[in-house]
């Protein structure tokens, strides 16, 4: 037997738990840009910090080279995150 039959998930489960986790990284691309909106109106400085930070975990998470992940997030330039979520479009 083998371990998802253990947990006792019936076949469409199955399907459903595999499809969540070959899109993940759509969700963290879709994730990346709605942070990058909200950033753009947010006036509380401490989201702000939160909202980069945030950016910064995700980038890690689809795997960007760690260069490019600082290049991106050192001047916390919205415009060069947005132009990277462009052409990953």
């Known amino acids: 037997m083998d371990q998802k039959e253990e947990k006792g998930y019936t076949p469409y489960q199955q399907k459903v738990i ?4 070959e ?3 759509l969700r ?3 994730k990346l840009g709605e942070l990058v909106s909200n950033l753009y109106v947010e ?3 401490k989201k702000r910090e939160y909202g980069w930070k945030r950016i910064k975990e995700i980038l890690i998470d689809l795997k960007v080279h760690p ?3 600082e290049f991106l997030t ?3 330039n919205l415009t ?3 132009k ?3 052409e990953v479009f």
Request: charged residues 40%; proline residues 0%.
């Open 67 to 69: 260069h490019e992940v």
């Open 43 to 45: 006036t509380s400085e």
């Open 28 to 30: 963290l691309i879709q």
């Open 18 to 21: 595999r499809r969540f986790y």
């Open 74 to 76: 050192k001047d916390k």
């Open 80 to 82: 060069v995150i947005s």
């Open 84 to 86: 990277k979520l462009a």
């Open 23 to 25: 899109n993940k990284d």
